[in-house]
């Protein structure tokens, strides 16, 4: 079966300061891969798809950039963290299938608190 | 552009009582429609989903939902509540998409559930 892991569950930076936070993904292979952020008392903002190593798509202009250095890795970063980059972070998987939409299965989040 | 609605930001409901949770969206073919279920500080998990054939879904945990095409409307509905269905529930919208683009979803705003003794 598949299973998503994110780490760490929770953090606390100053702000400026960079920022990386990993998910894997267990038992599939060339997944598509997301990232959302979820603001406090309000839905699910996607941030970053990918549909394989390196191709990266971003949804909204902002301050974190992603990465996929491997087919069941993505990586959430930033340079220097902004006060309104607070939120909970959520990484989704899917599966690669055309001509339909797939579910999507999330991870238990990582909450990042910015100081 | 697809889109959801969630008209309800807080329900309460009794434990016992029924519930249904409504979700209404925007989308100018067959949409393809999940919902979501997320305890706090929890990710999200799939309660049930609607791609095609019966429009009566059921889902895990005794939820069922709905889709009704002529009122844009997939609501989702419990019999009878039990405490530890407190959450926050996510309706959200697909479409299909090519081989080798992402499927993405728009998601409503959330409804959350307080369920008192």
């Known amino acids: 079966s598949q299973t998503i892991h994110q780490w760490p569950a929770t953090l606390v930076q100053p702000v400026g300061s960079p920022l990386s936070l990993e998910c894997t993904v267990e038992?599939?292979?060339?997944?598509?891969l997301y990232w959302y952020r979820q603001a406090a008392g309000r839905g699910l903002q996607l941030l970053f798809y990918?549909?394989?190593?390196?191709?990266i798509s971003s949804e909204v202009p902002q301050n974190l950039s992603a990465s996929r250095p491997q087919d069941r890795q993505f990586i959430l970063s930033s340079k220097k963290l902004l006060l309104s980059d607070s939120g909970f972070y959520l990484c989704a998987w899917s599966v690669q299938r055309g001509g339909s939409t797939d579910t999507q299965y999330f991870g238990p989040g990582t909450r990042l608190t910015v100081l | 552009a697809q889109s959801v609605t969630q008209p309800d930001i807080h329900i309460t409901v009794s434990e016992g009582a029924s519930l249904e949770l409504r979700c209404n969206y925007s989308y100018g073919a067959t949409p393809y429609l999940f919902w979501y279920v997320q305890s706090p500080g929890q990710g999200l998990q799939l309660l049930l989903k609607?791609?095609?054939?019966?429009?009566l879904v059921q889902g895990i945990k005794g939820f069922e939902a709905e889709f009704k095409r002529s009122q844009s409307s997939f609501n989702l509905r419990k019999p009878s509540v039990h405490w530890s269905d407190a959450a926050e529930y996510f309706c959200?919208?697909?479409?299909?998409?090519?081989?080798?683009?992402?499927?993405?979803?728009?998601f409503g705003t959330g409804t959350r559930l307080q369920v008192t003794l």
């Open positions: 609607y791609f095609s054939g019966d429009t």
């Open positions: 990918s549909i394989g190593i390196d191709q």
């Open positions: 038992g599939t292979s060339n997944p598509n």
């Open positions: 959200a919208v697909g479409a299909p998409v090519n081989t080798g683009t992402a499927s993405k979803l728009t």
